[in-house]
């Protein structure tokens, strides 16, 4: 009896010893199996930029990033030292993304995203690691969260200028990247997304010049709220029109103290704006068609170029000031072919300065902003594009017109100048990419 308990045993343990190296290694397939889904994949890709301007321009990055040219600047003898040529080349818009997948959370697909170019934050910078992106995305099967630094809600990833220059239509287009926390819901056709935002590396201008505590003073961020639509326009969505509008508000505090005579006082001033966006996106096969009408005040922190003005100074004794943001109409199109081997494409469009929202008590008050001179910027950018594998050559010729305030001119109650001078330049702008 007690043989057969020992050989009974036994057979067991034997048992239990084969078993468990199976188990141990169908757990590790297993294992290993899941963890393939898991990790990062990386992508991008590597440009070179070679262009000519006609003009000085105001371009950040040793002349890349192309925003309008530099108004007249007269030497002794009348002659326009800004009306020179210039050249350059530079793979500094050459970029890396790590994509991030893991396992579920909360109910939630999760993903992630880091991505890095060598464009620097800024002119000292060129050529040195920046970030352009990192958030964490959760997905469930109607809802999204969206939480770190991605594309401003004003620069709409739906519908923005497909240019060959780093701009993407800047100053016309809205151009941003920030911190931010956004949840979108889709219902249908129907997407509606609210974001709270903050400002990084793109920064609203004021009287200490560009920071990011004008807004942080103020203890509440920029707020949008944004409804579109995806329509399909065939039964095979090989056509589809997308189209929606976006509203948001964004309060900063220019000062916390003020100085007259000698004493210093506590004060609170804030200047609130509001932004809309209306656009609609048209794809077929053979061509993309792209509309985009904006109403923008304070627009700096986007690269725009309207600000806010001192509009009334409220209280001698303390100095305390009132502000009015100002204001700008922008609207533009864009049409590109789509093309595998080779596209054709023009970007048209205009913005233009509407001055202060209220009326200047005193004319000759600082207005603040990325510029204050500028009341017009329209812009013309047709291009090609060779395509073949990886690789792609690119040719855009890029035609801004700036208006700004002529030398002397004066101003009217809302900031606008009473004479203005009109100055071009055309880029030239060829570009070689590797796209992997």
């Keep these: ?96 993304s790590g994509r991030i997948t893991g396992p579920d959370a909360f109910g939630a697909r999760t993903s992630g995203l880091i991505e890095a170019d060598f464009f620097g934050t800024t002119n000292a910078t060129t050529n040195l690691l920046r970030m352009r992106h990192a958030f964490i995305r959760l997905n469930w099967s109607r809802a999204e969260l ?54 990084r590396d793109f920064v609203s201008f004021g009287p200490a010049g560009g920071s990011s505590d004008y807004l942080r003073n103020a203890t509440m961020p920029e707020l949008y709220g944004e409804l579109f639509f995806t329509i399909p326009l065939d039964e095979n969505k090989s056509r589809t029109l997308r189209t929606g509008v976006l509203m948001g508000s964004h309060t ?51 690269l725009g170029i309207t600000g806010f003005a001192v509009v009334d100074v409220v209280d001698t004794i303390t100095g305390l000031q009132q502000y009015a943001p100002t204001a700008s109409h922008i609207l533009w199109a864009e049409l590109h072919t789509n093309g595998t081997r080779w596209q054709a494409g023009v970007f048209a469009g205009i ?15 600082p207005v603040y902003g990325l510029t204050n001179q500028i009341t017009q910027v329209l812009r013309v950018a047709p291009r090609v594009i060779f395509i073949s594998g990886a690789t792609r050559f690119a040719l855009e010729v890029e035609h801004t017109i700036t208006r700004f305030a002529a030398e002397g001119s004066n101003r009217d109650a809302h900031g606008l100048p009473d004479q203005t001078n009109n100055v071009a330049n055309t880029r030239i702008l060829l570009a070689a990419y590797y796209v992997f």
């Design 146 to 199: 969206l939480t770190g630094q991605f594309w401003h809600p004003l620069f709409n990833t739906d519908c923005f200028p497909n240019t060959i220059s780093f701009n993407h239509g800047a100053p016309i287009n809205p151009f941003s990247r920030a911190p931010m926390a956004r949840f979108g819901f889709t219902a249908g056709m129907a997407t509606a997304r609210v974001a709270a935002v903050s400002q």
């Design 351 to 365: 913005n233009r300065n509407r001055g202060t929202t209220k009326p200047m008590q005193n004319p000759d008050a």
């Design 252 to 302: 900063l505090v220019p000062r916390q103290e003020s100085t007259v005579n000698g004493k210093t006082y506590q004060v609170n001033e804030e200047v609130q704006s509001i932004s809309a966006r209306a656009f609609a996106t048209l794809t077929t096969p053979p061509i993309t068609l792209k509309v985009t009408g904006i109403y923008g005040e304070n627009l700096s922190n986007v």
């Design 1 to 96: 009896m007690l043989k057969r308990v020992w050989h009974a045993a036994a057979m067991v343990l034997l048992t239990c010893c084969m078993v468990a190296p199976v188990s141990a290694t169908k757990a590790q397939q297993q294992g290993s199996e899941e963890e393939k889904r898991y990790g990062i994949s990386f992508s991008g890709f590597v440009k070179s930029d070679f262009f000519v301007d006609t003009r000085h321009t105001f371009s950040p990055r040793e002349g890349h990033f192309m925003l309008w040219p530099l108004p007249p600047k007269l030497d002794v003898n009348g002659v326009d030292l800004h009306d020179a040529t210039s050249f350059n080349f530079l793979p500094i818009q050459s970029q890396l």
